[in-house]
């Protein structure tokens, strides 16, 4: 009996040359729809599947393989008799080989102004349940939902190999995946219509983007996934324009540092190393910009990432290169700066033209702990200008205030616990990760030294006592931002009135772990 294979896909790659190895091979080939048509104008001689079943396709195409006699030829097995006996008498040829990929369903909820009836009707209902039929009888059907596998297929039938066993497997395995990730979609994308924040069940798919040499650490292995429906101002976006593979660190450490950079709209540089900024600037122009936060940690800045939200060219280019760094992250980079760069083939350079889009407001950030997942709203406000509550007898100036506002959009991006000592648009010195207030504070303002005198001291939580406005006063600190929120406040408050500094509460914590 001759071999018989049903192809029928959206995505058309490859599926010609696919269809002619296979009528070499004596396969017989029906197909559906757009699929049928494209291989009969290649002058493949394929059949209509509305021939096989007798029943034509209906209700607009919705309804075209959802038939007995193309299922009941995926799913009989072929080592039961009883299968068999009932294939013989129903007049029902086994089919062997199951091509298919689905409706462009995320494709379609991409594009710009995409009505719900658009999103409705590229829901594949039948190309689903042809290829949860032909992995569920993976051991006799080859079931292909990815174009990169044909030549796969074709070689192994080539090779008269008494063990397909191994591939099939592979390929029944890639089939439950690649359903399971389009359904996947489709409820997070109707979810998010609904606005139902925390479904009874998560379920997230992602996309295998780059392979890693190891994690973190050299005994860890590593891959980078990308969310199904990337958003233009992540990392995953990003366009490398030269320099070695990224690393998991590489990655983890660029993320902060765009996390970072979103909070500035003029001019801004931010540093990371190890996820937390090392320096950050903000200028009227991205050169000054850069010089600001390359002059707030000269020694930590070396081997780290730097991230500006502005174009690179030659000048900043020719300042950067005097530095090591692992990264460069910009909207884009002139042909002059691409020229020096030419220079240090190992520095990445990662060009996000969409760097300023905001993030979409139905992100969620995702912890993983062992046996689940922490899932909380995205951390997007800074503070809200109406809670700034001056709460000491000193008022800080105007331009004190700039400097508290650039302060605290810093340290809501430092890890916890985290202190940020500044001038407007310059940090001074960062504390970050210590586990009590008072060490960070030390470890800003020791960092910051001579320049702490005059400046201003963010914190990203309140203070639980007054011993951060005491050592704050010792190194010269004119005005501190806080949330506020501690049974203790007032004991701050007296201290900073007893010290001569400014204290402004502002009403919102950020604590980062």
């Not at 796969?152 to 399971?180: G, Q, W, Y």
């Not at 295998?208 to 891959?223: H, T, W």
């Not at 001019?267 to 900024?277: E, L, S, T």
């Not at 916890?416 to 207030?437: C, D, E, F």
């Amino acid at each position: 009996m001759k071999k018989r294979a049903l192809l029928s896909v959206s995505d058309k790659t490859g599926i010609i040359d696919f269809a002619r190895e296979l009528e070499k091979l004596d396969y017989e080939i029906c197909s559906t729809g757009g699929t049928l048509k494209a291989l009969q104008d290649a002058k493949i001689n394929a059949i209509n599947v509305s021939d096989i079943t007798g029943f034509l396709e209906c209700l607009d195409g919705r309804v075209k393989t959802l038939h007995p006699v193309v299922h009941a030829g995926i799913l009989a097995m072929r080592d039961n008799e009883s299968h068999v006996e009932q294939l013989k008498s129903l007049d029902i040829t086994p089919i062997d080989i199951v091509a298919v990929n689905l409706y462009p369903f995320k494709q379609t909820i991409t594009k710009a102004n995409v009505t719900l009836e658009d999103a409705i009707e590229n829901i594949d209902i039948g190309g689903p349940t042809m290829i949860r039929s032909a992995a569920k009888n993976y051991k006799d059907v080859f079931v292909v939902c990815d174009p990169n596998d044909y030549d796969l297929v074709i070689s192994e039938i080539k090779s008269k190999s008494s063990d397909t066993l191994k591939l099939k497997f592979k390929l029944m395995t890639k089939a439950f995946r690649h359903t399971a990730a389009y359904d996947s979609i489709i409820s997070n994308y109707l979810t998010d219509i609904e606005s139902n924040d925390f479904p009874e069940n998560l379920t997230l798919t992602y996309q295998l983007k780059q392979p890693m040499r190891y994690g973190e650490n050299p005994s860890q292995r590593a891959a980078f996934y990308a969310d199904g429906i990337s958003q233009k101002c992540s990392l995953a976006n990003a366009i490398q324009l030269q320099g070695k593979e990224l690393s998991f660190n590489n990655i983890n450490d660029a993320d902060g540092a765009l996390d970072t950079l979103r909070e500035f709209n003029s001019p801004a540089c931010v540093a990371v190393k190890h996820a937390n900024p090392c320096g950050v600037g903000e200028a009227s122009n991205i050169f000054d910009a850069y010089m600001s936060a390359y002059e707030s940690d000269k020694i930590s800045i070396f081997g780290g990432i730097v991230a500006l939200n502005r174009a690179v060219d030659k000048k900043l280019a020719e300042e950067l290169s005097k530095t090591f760094l692992e990264i460069v992250i910009a909207p884009d980079f002139t042909d002059d700066a691409l020229n020096i760069y030419a220079l240090k083939k190992n520095v990445r350079l990662l060009k996000l033209p969409d760097l300023s889009i905001p993030v979409l407001k139905t992100t969620r950030d995702i912890k993983k702990v062992l046996g689940g997942l922490l899932v909380q709203d995205y951390d997007f406000t800074l503070f809200d200008e109406k809670d700034l509550k001056v709460v000491t007898k000193l008022k800080p100036t105007e331009e004190q205030l700039d400097a508290l506002r650039f302060a605290f959009k810093v340290v809501k991006h430092v890890k916890s616990n985290a202190i940020v000592v500044a001038t407007n648009g310059k940090t001074l010195g960062i504390g970050m990760g210590q586990p009590n207030r008072i060490w960070a504070a030390e470890r800003a303002l020791t960092h910051a030294g001579e320049k702490a005198r005059g400046a201003v001291l963010a914190s990203d939580a309140f203070f639980p006592f007054p011993d951060c406005v005491e050592i704050a006063e010792k190194f010269g600190i004119s005005c501190i931002i806080q949330p506020g929120g501690s049974i203790k406040d007032k004991e701050s408050i007296i201290a900073c009135d007893k010290l001569g500094i400014a204290m402004v509460l502002c009403g919102s914590r950020h604590f980062k772990h």
